[in-house]
């Protein structure tokens, strides 16, 4: 069974930094593509960033150049490294994993930047 499970979130101030994690068990991680959304309440979810096997990156505007995704592949993990987070960056994260027409995704992660 496959199993992607998103961590990290939490509060944080306008300007600080936070990681997210996404864990994945259950299908050969090194094959497959990780996207990272995010859904603020009222909105639809939106992409942000993706890696793919072959470690190439690729970014939303929104978040290129405060925004960094990175795999292990060791670890089976993916991370999101975001810092400069603004008040508009508030959002349940989502992290998907997939390969050609297979895609699976976790139950996301509360992000909330507040003073």
């Known amino acids: 069974q496959v199993q992607v499970v998103e961590s990290g979130g939490g509060l944080v101030q306008p300007g600080e930094s936070l990681s997210l994690s996404c864990s994945v068990s259950g299908i050969n991680f090194d094959a497959h593509f990780v996207s990272w959304y995010r859904q603020a309440p009222g909105k639809e979810r939106e992409f942000a960033a993706t890696?793919?096997?072959?470690?190439?990156?690729y970014y939303a505007d929104v978040v290129n150049g405060r925004f960094t995704i990175s795999r292990d592949n060791a670890k089976r993990t993916a991370y999101l490294q975001m810092s400069g987070l603004l008040r508009e960056d508030t959002a349940t994260y989502y992290c998907k994993v997939g390969r050609q027409t297979q895609e699976y995704w976790g139950q996301g992660t509360q992000v909330t930047v507040s003073s």
């Open positions: 890696i793919s096997s072959e470690h190439r990156t």
